[in-house]
């Protein structure tokens, strides 16, 4: 977000899309969570609207600084290997609340400005015929809609990506040892960070996120014949 200070647009449609997005997440997990038989996160408080608990420090200062980050994992009953389909099934509804989040932004942009625009990554670098301060605005929502799903797939705990591949790996104490190293000694967010922190801070350096950005948007804007390019 610091570096879109000057645009009040980019800079509105971003907070208002991570607000928007976390809540989302927080509350298709918990849901999910429920209707296949596991009441704990139901009492974890994430249909609240207080934010305690949601992002942590980390988080928060990847949102800060790049405007993206992810939520904080919700604890769910995977003591019983048997239930590892439905923890991963409660735990991709997350993304996939971001998904439909990006898809229902692009429908909005198509109704509120000209549908013409030129992304870069996960930067708008021109906007063609859309000048109003309301497209841009939504544009950016679905910008940071689709940032926050790719984030949220990297297969590294504590982002959900990682929580089901670990979830559904083997039980190998190999694997054992690994996700203790990535989520106990925070070798997880330290990665995170800097995939995510380290294209923002030194331009040049490849990202993930400004890669996908582009394709996943060109993709769902062609469900709804929007053209993005």
């Known amino acids: 977000m610091l570096f879109h200070l000057a645009e009040p647009a980019a800079l509105l449609g971003i907070v208002l899309a991570l607000l928007i997005g976390i809540y989302a997440h927080d509350a298709a997990q918990v849901v999910v969570a429920r209707l296949l038989q596991d009441p704990g996160p139901m009492r974890s408080g994430r249909l609240t609207a207080s934010v305690k608990h949601r992002v942590s420090p980390f988080s928060a200062v990847a949102m800060i600084i790049a405007g993206v980050g992810w939520s904080e994992p919700i604890a769910m009953n995977d003591v ?5 389909f439905h923890v991963a099934a409660a735990l991709l509804a997350g993304p996939l609340a971001y998904l ?3 898809l229902g932004a692009l429908v909005g ?4 400005s000209q549908p013409l625009v030129v992304i870069e990554g996960s930067r708008i670098v021109e906007l063609a015929g859309v000048g109003d301060f309301l497209g841009k605005l939504v544009l950016w929502l679905a910008v940071t809609f689709a940032s926050l799903f790719i984030v949220s797939l990297i297969p590294i705990p504590p982002a959900d990506g990682g929580r089901v591949l670990f979830g559904l790996g083997p039980q190998s104490p190999s694997w054992h040892r690994a996700e203790y190293q990535l989520r106990e000694n925070n070798v997880g967010i330290l990665i995170l960070l800097a995939l995510i922190l380290l294209p923002k ?3 040049g350096f490849p990202s993930v996120v400004d890669q996908l950005v582009p394709p996943l948007l060109d993709g769902l804007g062609g469900i709804i014949n929007l053209r993005l390019r």
């Open 80 to 84: 019983r290997r048997g239930r590892r």
């Open 100 to 102: 439909l989040l990006t």
């Open 109 to 112: 942009f198509t109704f509120v």
């Open 201 to 203: 801070l030194f331009p």
